[in-house]
Nanobody, 114 residues
Framework: QVQLVESGGGLVQPGGSLKLSCTASGFTFSNLAMSWYRQAPGKEREFDAHMSVAAGITNYAASVKGRFTTSRDNAKNTVYLQMNSLKPEDTAVYYC???????WGQGTQVTVSS
């Protein structure tokens, strides 16, 4: 069955960096676009980044553009989210999402705090 497993979350100080990974199984990863979302406490889940099948095509939410970068390694069935210049307001549970399959991972917690 379709499975998405995120990893790489943790506690980081403001201005720091983290790299999240999402490893997929149960479908042909290279054929599908992938996205990243996040959900902060008490807020709706919101879009962060989208990576097309063609790895050079991405788009980002205004709140993360210039700080976050998504990439993929089809040989490893993995999509990444490199997060730089992190801010306390980036604190959330981060999810990867396969739009064509409407499948979500379990999420990984990112906390930005001094």
């Amino acid at each position: 069955q379709v499975q998405l497993v995120e990893s790489g979350g943790g506690l980081v100080q403001p201005g720091g960096s983290l790299k999240l990974s999402c490893t997929a199984s149960g479908f042909t990863f290279s054929n599908l676009a992938m996205s990243w979302y996040r959900q902060a406490p008490g807020k709706e889940r919101e879009f962060d980044a989208h990576m097309s099948v063609a790895a050079g095509i991405t788009n980002y939410a205004a709140s993360v553009k210039g700080r976050f970068t998504t990439s993929r390694d089809n040989a490893k069935n993995t999509v990444y989210l490199q997060m730089n210049s992190l801010k306390p307001e980036d604190t959330a549970v981060y999810y990867c999402y396969a739009p064509r399959l409407t499948s979500w991972g379990q999420g990984t917690q990112v906390t930005v705090s001094s």
